[in-house]
């Protein structure tokens, strides 16, 4: 059996989606088990999953996502060029 300083420190190092499935059986096994470090790592856990998910959304739509034309670039760094008082921004 796992201790909680392996647990947590496996938790620090690698993300729990990608550990083997027999490691993961194994945290999971000493999480729900185990009354010091429970919570805690399964708060870890679902913070991993969380970000994961957020991850894959921010992924998905940026794929749907439609280019910018020209026009609008230019127009779009014009403005925030006008804005800052900065003019390197604005490059032909």
């Not at 059986?25 to 913070?47: E, T, Y």
Request: aromatic share 6%; net charge positive; glycine share 2%.
């Amino acid at each position: 059996m796992l201790t909680c300083k392996q647990v947590s420190k496996v938790l620090q190092n690698e993300d729990y989606e990608n550990l083997s499935p027999l490691r993961r059986f194994l945290l999971m096994f000493h999480i729900k088990l185990c009354a010091v470090c429970g919570k805690f790592n399964r708060q870890v856990i679902d913070s991993q999953d969380m970000c994961c998910n957020f991850k894959r959304q921010e992924e998905s739509l940026l794929e749907k996502e439609p280019p910018m034309d020209a026009d609008r670039k230019d127009a779009l760094k014009k403005l925030l060029s006008e804005q800052s008082g900065d003019s390197t921004l604005h490059r032909s």
